[in-house]
């Protein structure tokens, strides 16, 4: 089973400043790699796949970037709607499929 | 629009059975893998079970191996997770998702959830 981390568990960082979240996979996942954001309450909604493109509807601001074990997110100036939970996924060797635990982004 | 909607969760004691649903719509059901990932309280998400668009082929996480069976309708544009032997640690919000094409993908379209509550 390939273990996804996340760094850090939470991220503090002020509107308008750029924001780096960091995945790392336990073994080469190639860019079979997803990244998703979640608030409070709602489903988790798809941001990145295949490492680097973006949903269909997600900003400019957000860009993903890494292949093979080393993964980033970034969004370059935070919204406020920006302010959730973050989670990296695989989808190269499955069963299973597997997320990272994630990274808090709050307020500065 | 693409939609995916849960239902049928609930409490259920220790050792209970539940069938979850979640109806599709805003796309070709068939022709799209799709799964079931859940999410304990104030926890990350895991991944569950997942089925391919024909129905023929499945897989799931070894912590629901044996107890959990997805299948899907795709006259109906419904997929289901019969859940048997519940525990405790059974208990989360379940999300249905549409993976982006086949089971070599990310999960593009997600439900709202439907809440598994297994305690006595």
């Known amino acids: 089973e390939i273990v996804m981390t996340q760094s850090p568990a939470t991220l503090s960082v002020s509107p308008g400043e750029r924001a780096t979240l960091s995945c790392r996979a336990s073994q080469s996942v190639s860019s079979n790699l997803a990244w998703y954001q979640q608030k409070p309450g709602q489903a988790p909604r798809l941001l990145i796949y295949?490492?680097?493109s973006r949903a269909t509807g997600i900003p400019a601001r957000f860009s993903g970037s890494g292949s093979g074990t080393e993964f980033t997110l970034t969004i370059s100036s935070l919204q406020s709607e920006d302010f959730a939970v973050y989670y990296c996924q695989q989808y190269s060797n499955w069963p299973p499929y597997t997320f990272g635990q994630g990274t808090k982004l709050e307020i500065k | 629009e693409v939609q995916l909607l849960e239902s049928g969760g609930g409490l259920v004691q220790p050792g209970g059975s539940l069938r979850l649903s979640c109806a599709a719509s805003?796309?070709?059901?068939?022709?799209?893998?799709v799964s079931w990932v859940r999410q304990a309280p104030g926890k990350g998400l895991e991944w569950v079970s997942a089925?391919?668009?024909?129905?023929?082929?499945?897989y799931y996480a070894d912590s629901v191996k044996g107890r959990f069976t997805i299948s899907r309708e795709n006259s109906k544009n419904t997929l289901y997770l019969l859940m048997n032997s519940l525990r405790g640690e059974d208990t989360a919000v379940y999300y249905c998702?549409?993976?982006?094409?086949?089971?070599?993908?990310?999960?593009?379209?997600w439900g709202q959830g439907t809440t598994v509550t297994v305690s006595s």
């Open positions: 805003g796309f070709t059901f068939s022709s799209y893998a």
């Open positions: 295949a490492a680097s």
């Open positions: 089925i391919s668009g024909s129905g023929g082929s499945t």
């Open positions: 998702a549409k993976l982006y094409g086949s089971l070599y993908e990310a999960f593009d379209i």
